[in-house]
């Protein structure tokens, strides 16, 4: 690599940017099926208007620009025409993040900036540098495999050793269920790590970095002081913590827990982490610390001994129990494995509405480079190089030859196991008020003096207030039988946490009224939201001692809305 010394003596200009909308349209760059967003892409897609609808930046990009002494402007969801025009700024370094499925549009950019700035030198990163060949494939001067961070003060001449500071950012910049915006400020981003070192063959995370784990925040009382700072500048205790598999590293999750008690100041949480680390960890303290919300990848019934994660847990089992204390589950499962056929796919459907989880994602077998399974695949002449990178996003065409699923069969499938769960457990938002409920009266029977549960308890009430208004509009928008269900919760609930106070009547009319309104909006227009631009910029400190944290501004720029329709539209029942 070269050590680029000639910024020794200059404050090196970079842009980074994100790979340009519009984002879940088919066009020359892109598949309608692959929106950019997490929920309503492959969890909640089969819901509706219940669907959760967020917005997620590109976090590594911020990471990145709060880590170099540089002067970095960081563009998330441009249009074409606006990289052009802050290209032609003339950077010394133009960053593009891309994943697999975006790399046309990353090797557009790569021209428009070979184009417009010769002199600007070109850097790819992210996890579709993982491509095979990906240096001649795109016309570029490097190409940044694994850790951004470390990659790029090298790059640079800088200490890479020295220690991450982590920027402030909000988890996501738009929020809503049923067109009604989530209450209160939204979550604050956490990012204690990269990596995982479980290795499962399909991990595309865990094969990017080296099957090995890289922390941003060694110590329980590092990520303690961390989440202090960016709380009190948020004014938001909630933290999405992007982290493959947070309990892993248990010494460090049990000394997070001490600094919250020592300090009687309670985060709250929502994790990702596997099974067996659930289960060494322990659910007290989960509740301890302070997870209300868990991402485990259960994958499959019939392969389970396979993933050494899952091998002793028993799925229904662990998800009751998080339930029970509050805690609501994400239980994700792969269709078509190698394994599956027309005759036996539905066993592993039934299994994932079994676990009865507050959300469910299914995901297509997709063997992405750099992955173990890619590379088996890759062997025995079974990936789809004819299958376009676009097409790479495991929410419609398997990128691989599956003897059992031709055509469009996998795509059949997985639409109607998504229709499927929803049918059978109802929309997640009425789970989610459910299991804080549940979470409540556990604590609450079990009660005693501790501080600390007495804490938790009473953020699981606030919670199931918070979050109770939305019954009201389940009662007048869902099918009958869930209409009747959220009656019922809301009895329960009023006759354990008494009737809705005046506020939460307000806002539970003002949620009827934007659900009445969204409503209007999808069946005229469609249900697509492009996210906005954001342009942020990071100054290198004065001192140059130490790197920026956070920027000096930021600015989000109105993005052109298109009005279609994405495939959880076709589900909605208007
Ligand atoms: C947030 C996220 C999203 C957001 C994207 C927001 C955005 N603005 O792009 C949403 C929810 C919209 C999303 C959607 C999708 N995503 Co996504 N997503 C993630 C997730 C969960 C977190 C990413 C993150 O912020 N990590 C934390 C940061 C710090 O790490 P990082 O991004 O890896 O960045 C580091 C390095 O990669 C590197 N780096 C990154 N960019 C750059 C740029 C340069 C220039 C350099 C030098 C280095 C560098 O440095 C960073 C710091 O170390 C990851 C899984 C994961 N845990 O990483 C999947 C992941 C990135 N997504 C993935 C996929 C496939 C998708 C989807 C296709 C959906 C799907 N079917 O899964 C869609 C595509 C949407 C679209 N139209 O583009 C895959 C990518 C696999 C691959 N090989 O390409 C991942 C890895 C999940 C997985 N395990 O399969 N995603
Ligand atoms: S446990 Fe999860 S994050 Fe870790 S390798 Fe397996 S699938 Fe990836």
Request: net charge positive; hydrophobic share 40%; with cysteine.
């Amino acid at each position: 690599m070269t050590h680029f010394n000639r910024f020794a003596s200059k404050t090196p200009r970079i842009l980074l940017a994100g790979v340009f909308g519009p984002y879940g349209v088919d066009d020359e760059f892109g598949r309608a099926k692959n929106i950019m967003e997490l929920f309503h892409n492959q969890v909640t897609k089969g819901q509706g208007l219940a669907s959760f609808r967020l917005h997620h930046r590109s976090f590594g990009l911020y990471f990145i620009a709060a880590n170099l002494n540089a002067d970095v402007t960081v563009l998330d969801f441009p249009s074409r025409a606006r990289f052009k025009k802050e290209v032609k700024k003339g950077y010394d370094i133009v960053g593009i993040s891309f994943i697999t499925p975006n790399f046309k549009k990353a090797k557009e950019m790569a021209q428009i900036c070979r184009n417009v700035a010769p002199d600007s030198e070109i850097v790819l990163g992210g996890h579709g540098a993982a491509i095979e060949g990906v240096e001649s494939l795109i016309d570029c001067d490097h190409v940044a495999k694994g850790e951004g961070i470390r990659w790029f003060r090298e790059h640079l001449g800088q200490d890479k050793d020295s220690p991450i500071v982590h920027p402030t950012l909000p988890a996501s910049d738009w929020q809503a269920i049923y067109g009604v915006p989530i209450p209160g400020k939204t979550n604050n981003l956490l990012v204690p790590g990269v990596g995982c070192v479980n290795g499962c063959n399909f991990c595309a995370t865990s094969h990017y970095f080296g099957k090995t784990y890289t922390p941003f925040l060694r110590t329980g009382k590092e990520i303690f002081d961390t989440c202090c700072r960016i709380a009190d500048e948020r004014g938001t205790d909630n933290f999405f913590v992007m982290d493959e598999n947070f309990l892993k590293d248990k010494e460090r999750a049990l000394a997070l827990i001490d600094e919250m008690e020592r300090h009687q100041r309670y985060f709250k949480f929502y994790l990702f982490s596997s099974a067996e680390t659930i289960a060494n960890m322990g659910i007290d303290n989960l509740v301890r610390l302070g997870v209300i919300f868990i991402w485990i990848g259960f994958e499959t019934k019939s392969r389970q001994g396979n993933y050494e994660k899952n091998i002793s847990n028993h799925g229904q089992d662990l998800v009751r129990q998080l339930r029970d204390v509050g805690v609501s589950v994400l239980a994700s499962g792969i269709l078509c494995l190698e394994e599956h056929t027309q005759e036996n796919i539905q066993e592993d459907i039934d299994f994932m509405i079994g676990l009865n989880a507050d959300l469910v994602q299914f995901m297509l077998y997709t063997p992405l480079p750099v992955t173990a399974l890619y590379t088996r695949l890759k062997g025995k002449g079974l990936i789809r190089d004819d299958l376009p990178f676009e097409d790479w996003h495991g929410q419609q065409v398997l990128n691989w030859r599956h003897p059992a699923f031709p055509d469009d069969s996998a795509e059949r499938w997985l639409n109607r196991a998504f229709k499927m769960e929803y049918e059978a457990n109802f929309s997640s938002v009425y789970r989610m008020i459910k299991t804080a409920f549940r979470g409540y009266k556990t604590l609450a029977a079990a009660s005693n003096d501790n501080p600390h549960t007495n804490a938790r308890m009473a953020q699981m009430a606030k919670r199931t207030q918070e979050y109770r208004p939305m019954l009201e509009v389940l009662k007048t928008n869902a099918s009958p039988r869930e209409q009747q269900q959220a009656s019922q919760l809301q009895h329960e609930i009023t006759s354990v946490l008494g009737s809705l106070s005046m506020s939460s009547k307000l806002l539970a009319l003002g949620a009827r009224t934007a659900a009445v309104f969204w409503k209007m909006r999808v069946k005229l227009k469609g249900d697509m939201r492009q996210p906005r631009t954001i342009c942020t910029h990071y100054r290198r400190h004065k001192s140059r001692l130490s790197p920026a944290i956070n920027p000096v501004c930021a600015h989000t720029e109105a993005a052109k809305d298109i009005f279609t329709s994405t495939d959880a539209a076709a589900y909605t029942r208007l």
